[in-house]
């Protein structure tokens, strides 16, 4: 059994983090292969240690003396040395940071300093060898990721190494120039290394225990989710839930590998694991429920609308060319809807609507801003009738207006769209019709 660890940075935020970790890794022989994030933040208001870096390479950018920022940096890592009680110092490679600010080695490069270093730390502590993610993890000179070389790098490196520890959210170019993944990218440097070394399980430890049924500002204590398909895990993501970068999925999931997500702070929970398939039922019919605010629907009504060929992609068309992304499209004989971004759609609401009516000449076209998209999903719908009439009923008796509903005919899952102000409410109602009173 192989196991890929990847910490996040609240899962390594200080010396008393650091100590959780070190237990759950010494736990487990398998875990061989570590991949942490920078310190996160220690309590709420706390400031990311990236966040730190961001803003001190910004002051050396513009100039300014940033040796107090960089200094306070140092204090946070030292912090974590001494509370181990490593015989180990940050000195050089402060002095080192120091110089390359000053020559301004970019933004990529401050940033990866969180991790780096953070990954120096975890080694020392564990006493296993460091890669730095430089030498494994390339981009190309465009800037854009390396699939491949990075792949046959991280292999060929870790296959001579029984444990190590790789640091997360960068590369580098062939040059050497360091580039970072998004925010949150260490998530994909896990799954990178999960995939180099054919690992039986991809364990990501964060401070939640996977994955909630609702979102907790919502539904508070919602039920966590023991085990999610990846389809599943896509949908709710679109929708907003987040727990992993989405990019991370894609690396294991090619490989048929598990991740399972864990929490640093309640090592005794299973958490979520998420698959490609499994026959192992969910607990209620469904897996998941997520909500995303701020849609603006825009209605076309033209009476015989479905005998004029070619209507549709006229009106798409027009979407298209002004470069606004349609999210939903339920349609009637006569109507049809299109649900986007508000931000995005109000900045060219004016031009699309004279657009439409040049391409279409509706006889009437309605705007609704401010509703919300609610997606149930769950691959236990297939096989269950009555779920659509669940969702319904549970809305009526919350005295709710259902704007628009859209049912994937592969049945993973059901988009309900509401108004803004039932949003928090729709949620809280479906997640008791099918979490609390178990139908
Ligand atoms: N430290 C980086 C961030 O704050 C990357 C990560 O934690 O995954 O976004």
């Known amino acids: 059994m192989k196991k890929v660890v990847k910490f996040g940075g609240s899962s390594l935020a200080s010396a008393e983090q650091f100590m959780k970790v070190g237990n759950i890794i010494r736990q487990d022989e398998s875990r061989r292969y570590v991949v942490p994030s920078a310190p996160g933040k220690r309590f709420s208001g706390d400031v990311k240690v990236t966040d730190m870096l961001y803003d001190c390479y910004a002051a050396a950018v513009e100039g300014q003396n940033f040796d107090d920022k960089l200094d306070m940096i140092h204090k946070r890592y030292q912090e974590i040395i001494d509370g181990l009680n490593l015989k180990f110092s940050l000195d050089e490679d402060f002095e080192t940071i120091k110089d390359n600010f000053s020559r301004k080695a970019g933004q990529d490069y401050a940033a990866s300093r969180g991790e780096y270093l953070n990954g120096k730390i975890m080694a020392a502590y564990l006493g296993t060898e460091f890669v730095d993610a430089a030498d494994v993890v390339r981009f190309n000179d465009d800037g854009s990721f390396n699939d491949k070389v990075t792949n046959d790098l991280l292999s060929e490196r870790l296959s001579g190494l029984e444990k190590a520890v790789i640091p997360g959210f960068y590369g580098a170019k062939e040059d050497g120039t360091v580039v970072t993944f998004s925010r949150g990218g260490s998530d994909i440097s896990g799954s990178l290394v999960a995939l180099a070394v054919h690992a039986d399980l ?58 399972n997500i864990r929490n640093t702070n309640a090592p005794q929970d299973k958490g979520t694991l998420i698959v490609e398939s499994t026959c192992r039922q969910s607990k209620y019919t469904i897996t998941g429920i997520a909500g995303t605010d701020g849609f603006a629907a825009i209605t076309i009504e033209k009476a015989m609308m479905n005998s004029e060929i070619g209507f549709c992609r006229k009106v798409l068309q027009v979407f298209e060319d002004n470069g606004v992304s349609i999210e939903h499209m339920p349609s009637g004989i006569d109507t049809m809807t299109i649900f986007v971004h508000k931000d995005t759609f109000e900045e060219k609401e004016q031009k699309i609507l004279s657009d439409i009516n040049k391409a ?25 009738r009555g779920t659509a009439g669940r969702i319904f ?30 949003f928090k409410n729709a949620i809280r109602a479906l997640y008791e019709i099918f979490v609390l009173t178990q139908l």
């Open 393 to 422: 009923s549970a809305l009526a008796h919350a005295h709710i207006n259902v704007k628009m509903i859209d049912q994937g005919s592969s049945e993973l899952n059901i988009i309900v769209g509401v108004r803004h102000e039932d």
């Open 360 to 384: 279409v000449h509706p006889d009437h076209i309605e705007l609704e801003s401010d509703l919300a998209l609610i997606a149930v999903v769950g691959r236990g719908m297939k096989s269950t």
């Open 202 to 259: 991809y364990e990501n430890w964060t401070d939640v225990s996977g994955f909630l049924i609702a979102d907790p500002r919502i539904v508070k204590n919602s039920k966590s989710i023991e085990i999610i398909t990846y389809k599943e895990l896509r949908e709710l993501s679109y929708m907003g839930a987040s727990v992993l970068h989405e990019d991370a999925i894609f690396p294991v999931r090619k490989a048929g590998i598990p991740i």
